[in-house]
């Protein structure tokens, strides 16, 4: 019973820590560009005259969004039109529980688990939700019943199909360097410090891996500069045909797809929830306090670990301009796909080497 | 006809491969970043320093208009006080955008032949050219009032007349 309530309160956190993400990213994007090109951004939006340097417009964004007129033009396949934004946005958010947000912390007696999903096959979970999620956009496009959506849809299968085969190979030497699939595992692989000064993480073993994971993770989720199916300033993308709060679902879904590329990157280059040069175990707080001050300290590293992910992120999002279509397949096909597999091989061979040598790297 | 040829930019291999010219692309914007970051921190701080931002928050702060800004027209009056323009509907006929609109009268005055019974001025219509500035041959209207505060919540609203033109009610 326990056990299955204990599963629930992480789901509902895993569930709050993208959707508030979400939110906060939305401010972050104003706020960020703004600062970034000598603007102030959005400010306007208070309560009782406290602006709180913007950050009500996160409050007002939604109330917008939910009080606008939701049109369904004449002639769009309303089953479909109505169930695109639910996919595009509810997969993506399921990825986010299968990310180990902590390792294991004793109290009152037990082993409590800060993953929500316990699964030996996290990783495979979280790329088959994204790639779940690219039905979303392309049944956009389909459903609209317009040139423009289906366009832009069919952008957005090519682009998305291309970075996922490019992310699942950019991770193959990480994982394969950690022996599993099971990102809790991963994670543990790298809480740890080399000879006391160097954190395991995987950065440190794969730091090619871990550039062509950014670039493919910022191509997956749609964002600036490989903003091709939507391209809402110019080329019209595949939610030309929706208003209102499903609009917003689509826009919320790049945000989710970045905290899932995010999280990902974080579980698996950059030591998850690993504390550097933090003990496994804090025995002089006591039994009722370690335990709590172990989780928090995990979850705080990895949201700290998330938001600089995010931070660089939005930055790029902001520096770039966007790729032409043909460019932006040579880059995932052509440059990406090679170097990764090269990464991949090298890697296996050097593990190859490594054990043949008898070199300790494993925990 | 003379050719001047335009030398192609060289791209060497390390802009070919873009990474490079990204990550310096982030130290810019970085740049920038972190240091309208810290203006903005020390101006809440009470610290003097430059702004952070170049936006002009406009109806709080006064707007920045550059010295030769064309703004709502003004007509200029002689010593006594009646209006310089001569109705010699100049102004009228170079308007671009048909929006001034006048009727002339006899002047009581016998060494003026002319004066406008009536001056509108249509700002709703009116594309700030400066073209009737330009073509007055006694400077009787110039567009230096530096007023940007002229909206109306109807069109008759913006159609200014003479009187307000002068700046008289
Ligand atoms: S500024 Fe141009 S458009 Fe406006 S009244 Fe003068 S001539 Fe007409
Ligand atoms: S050009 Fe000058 S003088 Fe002639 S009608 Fe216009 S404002 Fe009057």
Redesign the pocket.
């Known amino acids: 019973m326990i056990d299955i309530l204990w599963v629930f309160a992480k789901v509902a956190g895993a569930l709050g820590f993208g959707m508030n993400w979400a939110a906060f990213l939305g401010w972050v994007e104003r706020k960020q560009s703004a600062v970034m090109q000598d603007r102030i951004g959005a400010n306007r939006a208070d309560i009782l005259g406290f602006r709180l340097i913007g950050l009500i417009h996160i409050i007002a964004d939604p109330i917008k969004l939910f009080t606008k007129e939701d049109f369904v033009p004449a002639g769009v396949r309303k089953t479909f039109h109505l169930l695109a934004p639910s996919i595009s946005l509810g997969f993506p958010l399921l990825a986010l529980a299968a990310f180990p947000y902590g390792g294991n912390v004793s109290f009152l007696g037990r082993s409590w688990s800060l993953q929500p999903v316990e699964s030996p096959m996290g990783l495979v979970l979280v790329l088959a939700m994204v790639a779940v999620g690219i039905h979303g956009v392309v049944m956009a496009g389909y459903a609209s019943n317009s040139y423009y959506g289906l366009l832009g849809g069919m952008r957005g299968a090519g682009q998305m199909i291309a970075y996922e085969v490019c992310l699942a190979t950019t991770m193959a030497g990480a994982v394969f360097l950690y022996g599993t699939l099971d990102l809790a595992a991963a994670a543990a692989w790298q809480a740890r410090m080399i000879g006391g000064v160097l954190p395991a993480w995987g950065v440190v073993f794969q730091p090619v891996g871990f550039i062509l994971f950014l670039v493919a993770g910022t191509a997956l989720t749609k964002r600036t500069p490989f903003d091709l199916p939507e391209g809402e300033s110019e080329i019209v993308g595949y939610h030309v045909e929706y208003s209102g709060m499903k609009f917003g679902m689509f826009m919320m879904t790049d945000l989710i797809e970045s905290v899932v590329v995010a999280c990902l990157g974080v579980t698996l280059f950059l030591g998850g929830w690993h504390v550097p040069f933090l003990p496994p175990s804090l025995p002089f707080l006591g039994p009722m306090l370690e335990g709590p001050v172990m989780a928090c300290l995990m979850l705080g590293a990895f949201t700290a670990k998330v938001a600089l992910v995010l931070f660089l992120l939005m930055q790029v999002r902001w520096t770039l301009p966007r790729f032409r279509f043909d460019q932006l397949l040579d880059l995932g096909w052509k440059n990406i796909l090679p170097l990764a597999l090269a990464n991949f091989l090298l890697t296996a061979w050097a593990i190859y080497l490594a054990k043949a040598w008898g070199v300790r790297l494993w925990p | 006809m003379t050719v001047r040829p335009v030398s192609r930019p060289e791209r060497g291999w390390q802009v070919q491969i873009y990474l490079l010219e990204v990550v310096y692309g982030l130290g810019v914007t970085f740049r920038h970043f972190f240091t309208n970051l810290w203006r903005h921190s020390a101006a809440l701080a009470g610290l003097k320093t430059e702004p952070g931002a170049v936006t002009i928050q406009y109806p709080e702060d006064p707007p920045a208009l550059g010295v030769r800004a064309r703004t709502r ?1 003004r007509i200029l009056s002689r010593p006594d006080g009646t209006p310089r323009c001569t109705a010699c509907l100049l ?1 009228e006929t ?4 048909r ?2 609109r006048i009727t002339a009268e006899e002047s009581p005055d016998p060494l003026i032949e002319k004066r406008a019974k009536t001056f509108d ?1 249509d700002l709703g219509l ?7 500035v330009e073509a007055c041959p006694v400077d009787a209207i110039r ?1 230096d009032t530096n007023d940007l505060r002229i909206p109306s919540f109807d069109r008759r609203g913006m159609i200014w007349s003479l009187d307000k033109l002068m700046g008289k009610g």
Request: aromatic fraction near 12%.
């Open positions: 027209h102004c170079i308007c671009p955008a929006c001034i001025l009116c594309v700030f050219c400066g073209y009737c567009m």
